[in-house]
T-cell receptor, first 112, second 115 residues
């Protein structure tokens, strides 16, 4: 089955780096995702990583995947006030139908 | 390109009443999803359509929830009768196809409060 765990809250100063962590349980997941949710808005896909990769960099975002420990992290470099949001990690499940299992989310507050 | 549209944005009802939500996916997207997001939690898939057929409704409480996508475009999600624990944001998403590489695009959601 799928179960995704995330820590709940992170505050970071503008310009610093922020790191959000996530653990998942379904070792057969093919893709892992990071979504961003701003207040009153839907979820926005930030980035994703294929399960046979261990790192992916996309501008200010770096995703690290430790498949052995089933651990996923998202690093945001040079964090901006616009990065304040809730971040969800999600795994595609083994059902083969693109069902996503989401974590509870991690709220990031950027302090100017 | 227009995004996923949902209405209403907010709904307040009393328990045991009925409610319906509407979703218009991105044009050309064959796959449509309804998620339930309870406060403080991540979204949970309720039902997934591929065109007008149901692909996955294993997590849909079928005794009170129903959904349809008759012409393979718009979709409605209904709750009848509503319970207090149904208070949540109901998110609709769509993707071009139903594969793992098909990005899901989310609408703004409908926030339901059941009193």
């Amino acid at each position: 089955g799928e179960d995704v765990e995330q820590s709940l809250f992170l505050s970071v100063r503008e310009g610093d780096s922020s790191v959000i962590n996530c653990t998942y349980t379904d070792s057969s997941s093919t893709y892992l995702y990071w979504y961003k949710q701003e207040p009153g808005a839907g979820l926005q896909l930030l980035t994703y990583i294929f399960s046979n990769m261990d790192m992916k960099q996309d501008q200010r975002l770096t995703v690290l995947l430790n498949k052995k420990d089933k651990h996923l992290s998202l690093r945001i470099a040079d964090t901006q006030t616009g990065d304040s949001a809730i971040y969800f990690c999600a795994e595609s499940t083994s059902y083969g139908n693109n069902r996503l299992a989401f974590g509870k989310g991690n709220q990031v507050v950027v302090i100017p | 390109e227009a995004g996923v549209a949902q209405s209403p944005r907010y709904k307040i009802i009393e328990k045991r009443q009925s409610v319906a939500f509407w979703c218009n996916p991105i044009s050309g997207h064959a796959t449509l999803y309804w998620y339930q997001q309870i406060l403080g939690q991540g979204p949970k898939l309720l039902i997934q359509f591929q065109n007008n057929g149901v692909v996955d409704d294993s997590q849909l409480p079928k005794d009170r929830f129903s959904a349809e996508r008759l012409k393979g475009v718009d979709s409605t999600l209904k709750i009848q009768p509503a319970k207090l624990e149904d208070s949540a944001v109901y998110l609709c998403a769509s993707s071009l196809g139903g594969g793992s590489t098909d990005t899901q695009y989310f609408g703004p959601g409908t926030r339901l409060t059941v009193l």
